[in-house]
């Protein structure tokens, strides 16, 4: 053959190259006619690739799409004469057969950014490298589907950017190869662009679509009344929205032990005894364990026999706790193409939170309607308001009691008309509301209100505030509001002022015998003794004499308790050694405690601006009750100290102690801690002995408390201001005691609650 033929022929040859490629270039740009107004991205690809693959004269076509959730390639389409697409079982086994870029012959597409061709079965296994055995299952699944013998080149998808994907041509005779791509790939890279456009778009469709199914579905449950109905109708608009033949809510026990069938609509027969039983637990095992949707086929009874259908279910989550679960039946592939997870997970998360809200607010009226019964079964008063002073609850009790519109001016106003007990009236921030609100607890808190007969009534309050919360950034405390209870002791007000009266009139009128007979008793014993006899005469004398001072301290008592109720008990102001006072209240109380030992230690000097009569009433009381209630062969420390403000006097014993939940009233009136009782055989007092004593330190503007000591017993403790020249006049001072000027507390000068 001479040259000019063999250049002839090659030009021939180039020509009907030329116009197959043109021929190819018209149908390609037929094909993408044809698809440009499909609108749904699995319908676009799989007429794509139908017509691709007739077009191009191969044999079968796969595509990988990129997934931004792996960062990987899946295997999502395929298609040759034999297989249209993937079957359901295969899709979902094979997009386990993902790559990474620069992996396999799609991952070295992508890498390279151009096409490249495997000459065969072998080379294209080769690319995919070492797999693991579950990976070479999956690519021995894959081959099946493949021709026989075939030469694959592969093109990427879209050429902006990172591809949307990449698409392989299989064919048994070399019609495509990497050369292909200078006529087929601007082709692909519009298809690719296509794809991308029509799933934004179908991706914005099935957002409004989501957006709309949950706007139902919110606007459904916001008017349902109760959890049945909205349960009911949760289901329904979740039905309609995914085209179910029918479905159910079963809801989780508290803990999530067992599933109870809540609300449903056309069950399956077997599939509603199934959920209706002790087996729901199996059946949703899976959902309510890892907590994530499933699509299950499952077999169906009905009167025409047998059938498969699909059970999807998807568990009802309420701040990561599974409240439920949803359940929906219908065709296996309906189900699978209708169902969108993420808006079916959204909506999902809606009824969940819903069922929870309604769980709580069902809980909280059946607790409030629990709390209103006892609070109308309690026979005092209750009353509450919130954290600003508004009364929210009041028993039928507390309306008895007083007047209904003055209970929310307890809290804020001193329009209440509430009195103290010596008539003056109350400050706003002393009304019960105001101080509990404050944080304070406090009890038998009495004053004089305005009673709902008209008529004035004494009512002893106690309060305390309601569940404390910090401020955020704040070293403030807030309170959710305060509680109040109340009961009427104007009766035992009138009876306590009776027996007050009773008492003071019977001490005055004992003082004058009990002085005399402790004067002949006083004479009887002091004539024994100069007779130097030790007979059973002055055994006798002796005992009458130590009773006779225990009477008259009793009525000394019972005068000053009368002197206080008329606010004429008065204390002489000067300075006071207290080392010298205790030093000498202490010798005198060793002759009358010989079966214990008194210790006694000043640490520095202490003078206090005092009454020493009366401090010395203090100290003995203190010592008295020391010894009585002590057992026998043990010890009781004294300490006198001082720092700039106070001098202080510590008494510490080996006693029983006093318990920590009496320590409040200890100081009260007539008041006795339950159990304690006195080691000796001397008779129990009248419980005013500590009263006093705090009613003497409260008028030396001090502080009385008690505590418990190193020794396991009580430890009594005073602090007195310290006298200071510059300050103090050495003359007397005379100060009257106010009753309702002085409470009994650490900080002194706070009001006294009685």
């Known amino acids: 053959m001479t040259e000019r033929s063999r250049q002839r022929g090659h030009q021939q040859l180039q020509t009907m190259r030329s116009k197959r490629i043109q021929a190819r270039l018209l149908a390609l740009s037929r094909v993408m006619n044809d698809i440009m107004n499909v609108d749904d991205p699995a319908r676009l690809i799989t007429a794509a690739s139908a017509k691709l693959r007739q077009v191009l004269a191969v044999d079968a076509i796969a595509v990988w799409f990129y997934s931004p959730t792996s960062h990987r390639y899946l295997l999502s389409h395929f298609n040759n004469a034999n297989h249209e697409d993937f079957s359901a079982d295969d899709r979902e086994a094979l997009s386990a057969l993902q790559v990474r870029s620069g992996e396999a012959l799609a991952g070295r597409v992508v890498s390279e950014g151009h096409a490249i061709s495997a000459r065969n079965a072998d080379e294209y296994r080769s690319m995919f ?7 070479e299952a999956l690519f021995n699944r894959w081959r099946a589907l493949l021709p026989i013998s075939f030469q694959v080149t592969g093109f990427t998808l879209g050429g902006n950017g990172r591809p949307s994907g990449v698409i392989e041509f299989f064919s048994s005779k070399p019609s495509i190869n990497a050369n292909s791509a200078v006529w087929l790939q601007p082709t692909l890279d519009q298809l690719g662009s296509l794809l991308q456009l029509v799933r934004q778009q179908a991706d914005a469709r099935s957002q409004r679509r989501r957006l709309a199914a949950l706007d139902a579905v919110v606007t459904a449950i916001s008017t349902s009344s109760d959890l049945p ?6 289901l329904l608009v979740v039905i309609e929205v995914v085209s179910a033949n029918g479905g159910a809510i079963c809801l989780a026990s508290p803990g999530g032990r067992s599933m109870t069938l ?10 509603a005894l199934l959920l209706g039983s002790s087996q729901a637990n199996s059946v949703l095992e899976d959902v309510v364990y890892y907590g994530q949707p499933t699509l299950r086929p499952v077999i169906s009874t009905s009167d025409q026999g047998e059938d498969i259908m699909g059970r999807a279910a998807m568990p009802l989550l309420a701040g990561g706790t599974i409240v439920g679960v949803l359940v929906l039946y219908g065709n296996y592939q309906t189900l699978s193409n209708n169902i969108d997870w993420p808006s079916l997970v959204s909506m999902g998360s809606q009824i969940g939170i819903a069922i929870a809200n309604t769980r709580l607010y069902e809980e909280s009226q059946r607790e409030r309607q629990r709390l209103g019964t006892v609070i109308e079964s309690i026979a005092d008063g209750v009353a509450i308001c919130n954290g600003v002073g508004e009364l929210i609850l009041a028993n039928e009790t507390a309306a008895g009691l007083v007047e209904i519109s003055i209970l929310p001016t307890l809290a804020t106003t001193s329009e209440s008309g509430a009195r103290y007990l010596d008539g003056t009236f109350v400050e706003t921030d ?4 105001a101080r509990a609100l404050a944080g304070e607890v406090f009890r038998d808190y009495r004053l004089i209100v305005p009673g709902s007969q008209d008529q ?3 009512l002893s309050f106690s309060g305390a505030p309601l569940r404390r919360s910090v ?9 959710d509001g305060a509680v109040i209870v109340f009961r009427d002791i104007t009766e035992q007000r009138r009876l306590e002022e009776a027996k007050d009266e009773f008492l003071a009139v019977a001490a005055h009128e004992l003082r004058s015998p009990l002085a005399a007979i402790k004067g002949y008793s006083d004479l009887l014993l002091r004539r024994e003794l100069k007779q130097a006899s030790e007979g059973r005469d002055l055994r006798g004398f002796i005992t009458l004499s130590q009773q006779v001072n225990i009477m008259v301290q009793l009525v000394d008592n019972l005068l000053d308790v009368s002197r206080i109720d008329a606010e004429r008990y008065t204390i002489q102001l000067d300075a006071v050694d207290l080392g010298i006072l205790l030093d000498s209240v202490v010798t005198h109380a060793r002759q009358t405690a010989n079966n214990h030992t008194l210790h006694f230690e000043q640490l520095n000097p202490s003078v206090v601006y005092g ?3 009366k401090l010395r009433q203090v100290a003995t009381n203190f010592l008295t009750n020391a010894i009585r209630y002590s057992p026998q062969q043990t010890q009781i420390w004294v300490q006198v100290f001082s720092d700039e403000q106070f001098g202080y006097v510590q008494v510490d014993d080996q ?7 009496q320590r409040e009233r200890l100081f009260e009136r007539y008041y006795r801690v339950p159990g304690i009782r006195r080691t000796g055989a001397s008779t129990e007092g009248l419980g005013l002995g500590l009263y006093l004593c705090r009613e003497i330190i409260t008028l030396h503007n001090g502080r009385i408390w008690v505590d418990s000591a190193p020794s396991g017993g009580a430890r009594f403790c005073i602090a007195i201001p310290r006298f200071i020249p510059e300050k103090h006049e050495t003359n007397t001072t005379q100060t009257t005691l106010d009753l309702d000027a002085f409470l009994f507390s650490p900080q002194p000068g706070r009001r006294n609650d009685e």
């Open 129 to 135: 490298g070492a797999l693991g055995r579950r990976r």
């Open 229 to 234: 109905d909205l349960l009911n109708v949760a």
């Open 262 to 271: 809540a609300a449903q609509h056309q069950l399956p027969q077997r599939e």
């Open 430 to 433: 002393m009304l019960p509301f």
């Open 456 to 458: 004035d009534v004494v």
């Open 471 to 479: 401020l955020i950034d704040s070293t403030e405390t807030s309170f």
């Open 611 to 613: 009454d020493s009569l």
């Open 655 to 661: 006693g029983p102690g006093i318990p920590q939940g």
